[in-house]
T-cell receptor, first 110, second 115 residues
Framework: SQQGEEDPQALSIQEGENATMNCSYK?????LQWYRQNSGRGLVHLIL?????REKHSGRLRVTLDTSKKSSSLLITASRAADTASYFC??????????FGTGTRLQVTL | NAGVTQTPKFQVLKTGQSMTLQCAQD?????MYWYRQDPGMGLRLIYY???????DKGEVPNGYNVSRLNKREFSLRLESAAPSQTSVYFC??????????????FGEGSRLTVL
């Protein structure tokens, strides 16, 4: 069963635009993580936000976490063609294992 | 550093055949995991090993066995492959000791087709 669910399932934008994807989850968590997967490759960790943090930045990435709404968002600013990939949120429920969502497929066109 | 290395990258099996997927990490991580990825299902945990000598079931362990050979290596075995096991398998490792809640480092995947 999926703890985290991403929205939208697919997103198509032009280069230079911002991309926002969301993740909702069901139970209390220790942390929430975002991963990127390029086509045919393994997942790469992007950022981890702990349950007591509200916002975190890493380069062009901005992650927010709202534990009252059990949701997170990943913002990629000034998107590039190289950002084309699937993005997964992974939640670490308290006393349980890391669980991945089904992902958002991002297409950035020139 | 190679990170997490999986072999083979591709494999085609007939129903009932057995095979072992190999995984090795060179990051001195204690925890290692096997996931499967199917379209529309995300990643699902098959088995994990919090440390050398220990293994535990994940969400979808049926039809699989694992061996934590040493700190570096964690293998996944399909004793009698079924078409439902057609999937992409990922090995991952983590430096956390308390289970799979920390940052994971993934291999490139092993694409298995069972006919």
């Amino acid at each position: 069963s999926q703890q985290g669910e991403e929205d939208p399932q697919a997103l198509s934008i032009q280069e230079g635009e911002n991309a926002t994807m969301n993740c909702s989850y069901k139970t209390s968590i220790n942390n929430l993580q975002w991963y990127r997967q390029n086509s045919g490759r393994g997942l790469v960790h992007l950022i981890l936000i702990r349950s007591n943090e509200r916002e975190k930045h890493s380069g062009r990435l901005r992650v927010t976490l709202d534990t009252s709404k059990k949701s997170s968002s990943l913002l990629i600013t000034a998107s590039r063609a190289a950002d084309t990939a699937s993005y997964f949120c992974a939640t670490a429920p308290i006393f349980s294992k890391l669980t991945f969502g089904t992902g958002t497929r991002l297409q950035v066109t020139l | 550093n190679a990170g997490v290395t999986q072999t083979p990258k591709f494999q085609v099996l007939k129903t009932g055949q057995s095979m072992t997927l190999q995984c090795a990490q060179d990051m001195n991580h204690n925890s290692m995991y096997w996931y499967r990825q199917d379209p529309g299902m995300g990643l699902r945990l098959i088995y994990y090993s919090a440390s050398e000598g220990t293994t535990d079931k994940g969400e979808v362990p049926n039809g699989y066995n694992v061996s934590r050979l040493n700190k570096r290596e964690f293998s996944l075995r399909l004793e009698s492959a079924a078409p439902s096991q057609t999937s992409v398998y990922f090995c991952a490792s983590s430096s956390r000791d308390r289970g799979p809640t920390g940052e994971l480092f993934f291999g490139e995947g092993s694409r298995l087709t069972v006919l």
